[in-house]
């Protein structure tokens, strides 16, 4: 982007106070971020399409096919599928994974299960991201709490991405929200600029401090998307697949995503 003026001294100003700000090629003009838009289009619906299909004895695999059906009817494209060695079109993370489950046959959902899917789409060269939680049947109300609060600490993050604020505002928001209800919030993972690419600067923590961070520009997209855990925040890698992300203590985590843009005087949901 050619950034006007104004924009760019706003930023180089703020710089010059000490605050990370984002590479400029990162801010998206607004072409760029229609077409982000229209990605983001593809990517809800694809969720949509799942949400109205998942239940108790499918495979994931099954979940994966729909995915790769619905989006390249789409004329989009899987961004995981063969994104560093992922096997897959899409990740689907259940009870004790947190993230980057790897679809398979021999997965069948079953009678409480919860379910992650996530779901990042390329439309035209332009990435969107989302994921939302998937509850097989009936689960317990521990892990109902679980999702619930989720959502909640992804919904007051993204009530605290203002223009000009900082990244620092939304992670602390969700900490606090997760912290206040018994919840461990996930670190080793967090948010992440997408759009021209699929993880692009900056990272987006869900845990910081007010004031601090990455200055929120208009024109940026990224995801906020926090896991937490119940007791502890520490995971493990998979050692037989080298992708799938476990809590250390066995017990469920949930995640949700959404992409997001920034305006002048707004923010929008992307993807959902
Ligand atoms: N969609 C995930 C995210 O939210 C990334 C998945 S990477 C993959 O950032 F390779 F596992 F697909
Ligand atoms: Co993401
Ligand atoms: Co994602």
């Known amino acids: 982007m050619e950034p006007n003026d104004e924009l760019r001294e706003k930023v180089e100003y703020y710089k010059r106070m000490g605050h990370q700000v984002p590479k400029w090629k990162y801010v998206k003009t607004p072409e760029q971020i229609e077409g982000i838009r229209a990605s983001g289009v593809i990517n809800t619906g694809v969720l949509d399409y799942v949400s109205e299909r998942i239940r108790e004895g499918v495979t994931t695999q099954e979940i994966d096919d729909w995915v790769a059906e619905y989006t390249e009817a789409h004329d989009a494209i899987c961004a995981p599928y063969h994104y560093e060695g992922f096997p897959k079109h899409v990740c689907v993370s259940i009870n004790d994974v947190v993230c980057h489950g790897i679809p398979s046959t021999k997965r069948v959902l079953k009678e409480g299960d919860i379910v992650n899917v996530d779901v990042t789409t390329i439309y035209k060269g332009y990435y969107a991201d989302a994921s939302r939680m998937f509850v097989i049947g009936k689960t317990t109300p521990e892990n109902e709490r679980l999702i619930r609060v989720c959502k909640q600490c992804l919904d007051l993050g993204l009530e605290a991405v203002k223009p000009w604020g900082f990244l620092g505002d939304v992670g602390y928001v969700i900490e606090q929200h997760a912290s206040r209800n018994g919840f461990k919030v996930v670190r080793d993972f967090g948010g992440h600029g997408v759009g021209i690419e699929f993880h692009e600067d900056p990272f987006v923590y ?67």
């Open 206 to 272: 869900h845990y910081g401090k007010k004031n601090t961070g990455c200055l929120i520009v208009p024109g940026m997209t990224f995801t906020i998307e926090p896991m937490l855990n119940f007791k502890k925040s520490g995971v493990r890698v998979s050692a037989l697949d080298g992708w799938t992300v476990y809590t250390k203590d066995g017990l469920p985590s949930a995640q949700w995503e959404y992409t997001v843009a920034v305006f002048e005087d707004h923010c929008e949901i992307l993807s959902k």
